[in-house]
Structure formats: structure tokens, C-alpha cells
């Protein structure tokens, strides 16, 4: 079981840390994802941690968000800096066994996380 948290309203440029923290299972053991989904469309993938430490980001994030696990607390976190107005959208995190060739897609995940809303405002 997923469940994310840290969503909430800030002022453009400024920060979030979202994290996604497991029960019944070690998110090393996975590769684990963000993705979001913005009002009017369809979910899109943000970045992934593998579970043998791999990163990968969609490219609207890169430089910005960073995607990092913590072990010791079995949570996932994506910190989130220089927020856009377009960066508004429900943030699920997710759970696959997928090869790392496949992270970026989201039929290719079997456990998610009931989702966390962040909206920036400008």
C-alpha cells in the first residue's frame, strides 16, 4: 500500500516535497514513480527511482524536481523546486517490477498511491 502526502498550495517559484511512504512491502525492492495529473488531462509520468538507484525525469521537471529514496523510513520523496503555475495537478506516487526501459509508463505499474494535490498559484 502507497500513500502520498505533502501536497498543498504555493506561490510560484516556490517549493514542495512530496512524499510516498509504504506499507506491506520495501520501495527498494521496486522502482517507484510520480506521475500527476492536471485538470482536463491525462496523467502523465514525472520521474522514477529505480530500485537499483537509477533517476529519470520527464523533461518539463528536469533541473527542477528531484526524485530520491529513503530506505531507513521506506518512503519515496520528490522534491519539488522553481514550482510553475503548470505544475498543478493531483501527484500519484506508484510502484512497478517493469524494466527501467519502461518506468515512463503508467500501465506498467501495479501498486498506487491514492494521490496528493498541489496547486500553484501565480
Known amino acids: 500500500q502507497l500513500q502520498a502526502s505533502g501536497g498543498g498550495l504555493v506561490q510560484a517559484g516556490g517549493s514542495l516535497t512530496l512524499s510516498c511512504a509504504a506499507s506491506g512491502g520495501t520501495v527498494r525492492s521496486y522502482s517507484m514513480g510520480w506521475f500527476r495529473q492536471a485538470p482536463g488531462k491525462d496523467r502523465e509520468f514525472v520521474a522514477a527511482f529505480g530500485w537499483s538507484g537509477n533517476t529519470k525525469y520527464t523533461e518539463a521537471v528536469k533541473g527542477r524536481f528531484t526524485i530520491s529514496r529513503d530506505d531507513a523510513k521506506n518512503t519515496v520523496d520528490l522534491q519539488m523546486n522553481s514550482l510553475k503555475p503548470e505544475d498543478t495537478a493531483v501527484y500519484y506516487c506508484?510502484?512497478?517490477?517493469?524494466?527501467?526501459?519502461?518506468?515512463?509508463?503508467?500501465?506498467?505499474?501495479?501498486?498506487w498511491g491514492q494521490g496528493t494535490l498541489v496547486t500553484v498559484s501565480s
Open positions: 506508484a510502484a512497478t517490477k517493469t524494466i527501467w526501459g519502461r518506468v515512463t509508463e503508467e500501465n506498467s505499474y501495479i501498486y
